[in-house]
């Protein structure tokens, strides 16, 4: 009988519109940071400060409402906020050489403290943004809301992608960057400024994150606290790798992670408690096994994570 | 250059990106209406000059040295290990499930506590060996991963009696919390001169003795370095990547996890108290990877780093009486650390410019 109830308490979960807005929500947080990501990673860098750019962006989001008033101003602010993190990321750990992990985690930790810390001090407040409905498309049954019925920031993601795609995969830029990823030394005897392209991927990365940060802030919370991104940066590097460093793969991690999220809490709304700690562990999991079944034929780019200094190697 | 100059050059780089730092987060404290200067005091009153403190600041650089002298031994194999963190939880986790599961009393079993802390460690980090060497994925990406594997593993072993929780006797209203440890299973603590330490800072010391001693001077350290140098060339002279790589990284898990359990039984500065609570690593996996990184994985200058990390986490705690609002350590933290990267980055730079100029000039 209790069985019985559960699974009729799935089907109302998968048939209510809610849990795809909720789903289309946080996958919205993830794709603008993985996007990114994937972006840096494609150039060879394993950019872990995408945490921080998130949290600075959503904290720079909300001081730019608080100045402007202004939804526009915040997520510019926003932008600059990630990119302000990736700055210092880039010019630490690709010009100066300092070891990019050091630099991520040091960044992570610094921007948890100063957000906090700013955040007591200047207490800005935001408001949520206003919702856009595209005809005809929201009207389609569970995915019309979800998709085509969201905060009007939501629709950059529809932009961003794709620019993305186009950015890594038929400009010069994107070749360079992915020579960056694959052969560092070849890239650098054929011309190409290695550091120099993961630097710009990196402010890219930034830029990206940032904008995600401050579309959770007027999507989700209106306020902003230190803990309102609470892992999500480490969910989206999780993404780029099950998406094999593609940027479908990427976005399919990203809806995943956040189906599985969306799926929980409303389950939890109707009084299910299911195992919070292996859904909360599931992104990992299903990136490790999907790495692990698939790692001989899908590979990171060749130089992920490895420092490239002219001369050595 | 002389080795003189070349040493003032240090001495001068160094004091001058720590003094930039520190201006940086003088800026921002007195920009936000406070006062910087009592921050200040508060820190070194915090880490070293009120009484008791140096003792809690040794008791913090203990496990922060033991997590990074593991890094240094699996970096020396060329692996990227970042999952400290959650090595550190797993085996605080199985010094846990040992003490109030297996164990009975006695002091024979603080020893087989912080072997089965070790062995937790080992284990998580073997995890991310076996993916490496049986199914290529990169240490780097499944470490990192197996860090937030760990942590809702451990949250989930708290939730139940048969695992890590305590029974409703000992825990009282808390929930989530393992037994306390009992008097008699803890590590001491003697009192030196009015401070009080764990002697697991002692067994650290020798650790990082024996680490440095390990790596350079025995034939296995030296296979170490070499896989880490030139994996072709080690593999050619018969040093197997996959004994050598596997045994290092759980190694480097094992140092980790003996931190965890240490933490556990050493008591001391916001460690749960001799519990496992939720959040029990508190980023010291984290910090004991930077402690490695910016030692620039040398065993013996890990311990200086050591001490500098763990000064400034316990700086903090003294700097709330101020009425500045206490994240800013971590501001502080974070900026000096990023001042520290600095000045070895710039002489390795400029020293490389100079070879390659010497080079091109030669030819």
């Known amino acids: ?313 | 250059m002389t080795r003189g100059v070349r040493a003032a050059e240090w001495v001068v780089l160094y004091a001058l990106s720590i003094v930039v730092a520190l201006a940086i987060s003088s800026v921002i404290v007195e920009a936000t209406g406070g006062d910087w200067w009592p921050v200040l005091e508060a820190l070194v009153d915090g880490s070293i000059k009120a009484p008791g403190r140096w003792g809690e600041t040794l008791g913090v650089a203990a496990p922060l040295l033991l997590v990074a002298l593991g890094t240094v031994i699996s970096a020396k194999a060329g692996l990227i290990n970042i999952g400290q963190e959650g090595q550190l939880l797993m085996g605080a986790a199985f010094a846990v499930y040992f003490s109030f599961r297996i164990g009975g009393p006695g002091p024979l079993n603080v020893v087989l506590l912080l072997l089965f802390g070790a062995l937790g460690g080992a284990v998580w980090a073997s995890a991310a060996g076996l993916l490496r060497y049986w199914r290529g994925v990169p240490e780097v990406l499944s470490t990192l991963l197996l860090v937030f594997v760990a942590i809702q593993a451990v949250g989930y072993g708290l939730k139940w009696q048969w695992l890590l929780l305590a029974d409703e006797a000992s825990r009282g209203n808390r929930n989530l919390v393992s037994e306390q440890l009992a008097k008699n299973n803890r590590i001491p603590r003697p009192d030196i001169f009015g401070n009080e330490f764990p002697v697991t800072v002692y067994v650290a010391l020798a650790l990082a003795l024996a680490v440095a001693y390990v790596l350079a001077r025995t034939v296995w350290g030296f296979r170490l370095r070499m896989l880490g140098h030139n994996p072709r060339a080690a593999q050619r002279s018969g040093v197997s990547s996959t004994v050598y790589g596997a045994t290092a990284l759980a190694i480097g898990g094992a140092f980790a996890g003996l931190a965890g359990a240490a933490m556990f039984a050493g008591g001391g500065f916001s460690f749960g108290n001799y519990r496992l609570v939720p959040g029990f690593s508190d980023n010291i996996g984290w910090t004991g990877l930077l402690v490695a990184l910016m030692a620039r994985e040398r065993a013996l200058p890990a311990v200086v780093a050591a001490f500098v990390f763990a000064m400034l986490r316990t700086g903090a705690g003294f700097v709330n009486s101020t009425g500045v609002e206490s994240r800013i350590t971590d501001v502080v933290q974070g900026l000096l650390v990023l001042a520290l990267l600095v000045p070895p980055a710039v002489v390795f730079l400029r020293d490389r410019r100079r070879a390659r100029a010497a080079a091109t000039e030669r030819v």
């Open chain 1, 1 to 313: 009988m209790v069985l019985i109830d559960f699974f009729s308490a799935v089907g109302d979960v998968l048939s209510s519109e809610s849990t795809y807005i909720n789903g289309a929500l946080f996958a919205a947080l993830l794709a603008f940071a993985a996007t990114g990501e994937w972006v840096a990673e494609r150039s060879g860098t394993l950019n872990i400060s995408v945490e921080g750019m998130l949290l600075s962006g959503a904290f720079a989001g909300a001081l730019g409402y608080h100045l402007a008033d202004s939804v526009a101003v915040g997520l510019m602010l926003g932008a600059v906020g990630g990119l302000i993190i990736a700055v210092v990321q880039a010019e630490m750990s690709h010009r100066l050489t300092a070891d990019q992990f050091v630099v991520g985690l040091t960044l992570n930790i610094l921007v948890v403290g100063l957000t906090g810390f700013l955040d007591r001090e200047i207490d800005p407040r935001a408001d949520y943004a206003s919702e856009v409905e595209i005809p005809i498309l929201v009207d389609i049954p569970l995915f019309g809301q979800a998709l085509f019925g969201e905060p009007w920031p939501f629709y950059l993601l529809y932009g961003l992608v794709p620019l993305s795609w186009w950015l890594v995969y038929r400009t010069r830029w994107g070749l360079e960057l992915r020579a960056a990823g694959e052969n560092p030394q070849s890239a650098d005897v054929s011309g190409i400024d290695v550091n120099r392209r993961r630097r710009q991927s990196i402010y890219y990365a930034g830029l990206t994150s940032g904008l995600g940060g401050a579309y959770f802030l007027f999507a989700r919370l209106a306020t902003f606290d230190d803990s309102v991104i609470g892992g999500q940066g480490f969910i989206a590097i999780a993404a780029v790798i099950f998406g094999g460093w593609t940027l479908w793969g990427t976005m399919g991690g990203c809806v995943l992670f956040a189906g599985a999220l969306s799926f929980q809490l409303s389950l939890q709304g109707l009084g299910y408690e299911l195992n919070t700690e292996l859904l909360q562990a599931l992104p990992y999991l299903v990136t490790i096994g999907a790495m692990a079944i698939f790692a001989r034929r899908v590979r990171p780019p060749a130089a992920l994570a490895q420092p490239f200094i002219r001369g050595l190697k």
